[in-house]
């Protein structure tokens, strides 16, 4: 049988034009069954910011965890950063939305529901992450249906939500935000603006940022063999985003303007 699955060319190396907007989990830091045991290596972290001095500040995460987490992980770097999937948003500054009262009453009360539902399914998550919620099953994937499902049913009674699928996870998030919006309002800003977007990322939540990459003239990684994707290159594993960024890091450097 021939193989029919599409092929894709490993990316290229980094414009000092480019503007590079990272995902972090599956994509930086390899996945676990709890999300907070996830640990950044250093020299992943410092080749990180040595492109962002290279690139002039044009380099930032895009990821579901919020921007603590991120914060807490890439230490003692800060950067530019969208959190839960657009919802959290830095650049030069923290905005975080607040949840209208009966929003934050209607996730309490999913939150709670969630939880006896994991609680008859050992290795199920509930992740609370203040305007969204996850719920993982990477440790029992024998409930993935199961869970899936659950998600389903509850979708209709929190208007303004959408279901996000991904990587043996779910998550409640704020319809209004994905990653594609948080890279087209990141690119508007000083350090982005006129540059070529380059999106790296592995799950289904990314491919919201790939779109609009390829929309604003640049180019997207997918990390893995993941069909369909809009991704025009990809690399196989983290490791190997590892070594693209370490050796991208590797080339000239430039003080910051």
């Known amino acids: 049988m021939v193989d029919e699955t599409p092929s894709r060319p490993s990316p290229p190396p980094l414009g000092d034009d480019c503007a590079l907007f990272l995902d972090v989990d599956g994509t930086l830091v390899e996945f676990q069954e709890d999300p907070a045991a996830v640990h950044l290596l250093p020299d992943v972290r410092e080749a990180i910011g040595r492109l962002s001095r290279r690139l002039h500040g044009a380099l930032a995460l895009v990821s579901g965890r ?6 807490a992980l890439f230490a003692p770097l800060r950067l530019p950063a969208a959190g839960l999937h657009g919802h959290q948003f830095r650049h030069g500054g923290d905005s975080e939305p607040d949840l209208p009262d009966d929003t934050s009453a209607l996730l309490h009360e999913l939150h709670c529901q969630a939880a006896r539902m994991a609680a008859t399914r050992p290795g199920v998550l509930v992740e609370d992450k203040g305007v969204s919620l996850a719920l993982h099953w990477r440790a029992a994937p024998e409930f993935g249906p199961e869970v899936a499902a659950f998600a389903r049913a509850q979708i209709g009674n929190l208007p303004g ?5 991904g990587d043996h996870v779910v ?8 990653k594609g919006q948080a890279l087209e309002r990141m690119m508007a800003q000083p350090a982005f603006r006129g540059r070529v977007p380059v999106f790296i990322g592995d799950d289904l939540t990314d491919e919201y940022g790939f779109a609009a990459a390829n929309r604003a003239g640049g180019w997207s990684v997918l990390v893995g063999d993941r069909e369909p994707s809009e991704a025009t290159y ?4 983290t490791r190997d985003v590892h070594a693209w960024l370490i050796a991208n890091a590797a080339q ?3 003080n910051l303007r």
Request: proline share 15%; no cysteine; aromatic share 8%.
């Open 171 to 178: 998550e409640f998030v704020p319809a209004s935000s994905d």
């Open 252 to 254: 000239r450097e430039v």
């Open 234 to 237: 990809a690399l196989p594993r």
């Open 161 to 165: 939500y959408r279901l996000q699928p």
């Open 66 to 71: 919020p921007l603590a987490q991120l914060d």
